[in-house]
């Protein structure tokens, strides 16, 4: 008996053996991809090439703390997008400062919130607003903080407790099989504001750059997360690609390039065109650069304008010379301050014709965007779950 149990145990740990470790850096090398982790997840190398894949051809559309709360809720596993399309969104946003801030409700729930989303096959996304770290106060406090949480400085060592908080909770981020859940994480955005402390009133180039490069390694190399895809997202105050570029850290330490843009849709904003002139800048460095490009936060607040879905939305971005992989407005918190349409909203049925163009995508279209590359036969098989869909919902729209 005693040695058919070691036979037994002998052929499972040499099976175990048998079972090639996966690696990344070949992996990316043989999909024609450089992440800014080259030893990034699986799961993680998958997404950013499936996500690129996409943009080829469709839009991801995605919500801020879509899960979280809404208008007249508050953690109840609900969706305002989903109460007017029968969806979650594609893509969920968060922000590290329910991790990185002790007395924050939502971060007791963040993690199932989280786990809830990739379970269902939806993209999460962080953004980070860190109060700052000199004084604790708000993260509009622009008190000059950035030259002192860098090596050398008298807070840099608190900095790394919040990175190291940070980590903690990306590396026990992990689904039911045990395998990391993905993240992209967009750090320090809209720096190109004047509204935040790591804005570009508030610091150098030189020390921007060198902030960015030090979160990335410490996360990256340090701490071992290895689930992150690193997004760099100005806000609209850019015309060229140079002065997008202008304090870009390089490509070992970014894989998306976005924007946010809020203001141009406005009437004193330059303007859709504008809008669609610098997403197709940021395409086209996208494609030279072998990164993704993204919408990375926009929307109308109150969405006052019925239409705005369609004709402005949509129209800023549905042209031959942008590719991006998804579009992410901002949270629903009240009756007044919200982004995305809820059920009775006067937009409602306008988001629904928005969901209808052939380029949008939410989480029910999505492929399996963690296991297998997308292809040509994937775009194909979403057409056709889409197009069905529709047809199904005409019955919920008849006018459309």
Known sequence: MKSKIFLILTSLILAIRCVPEFNSIEFQKKLNIRLADTLASKETVLLFYNLKKLSEHKVVFGHHDATAYGVGWYGKDSSDIKSVVNSYPGLYGWDFMHITSSNNPIRHFMKKLVSDAYKRGGINTFCWHYYNPVTDNSFYDTTIAVNKILPGGGFYLKYLRALDSIANFANNLKDSTGKLIPIIFRPFHEFDGNWFWWSKNFCSKEEFIELWRTTVTY??????????LYAYSPDRNFYTEEEYLDRYPGDEYVDVLGMDNYYDFKPDGDGINWITKKLSIITKIAKRKNKIAAFTETGLEGIVNHKWWTDRLLKSFDCDTINIAYVMVWRNANETHHYAPYKGHPSAENFVEFVFSPKI?????????????IDNNTINEINLKKNFDIIKTMGLYPKF
């Not at 996360?219 to 992150?228: A, M, S, Y």
């Not at 995508?361 to 590359?373: I, R, T, V």
Request: proline letters at 4%.
């Open 361 to 373: 995508l939410l989480e029910k279209h999505l492929p399996n965007l963690y296991k297998n590359l």
């Open 219 to 228: 996360l990256r190399d340090k701490k071992g997360v290895k689930n992150f």
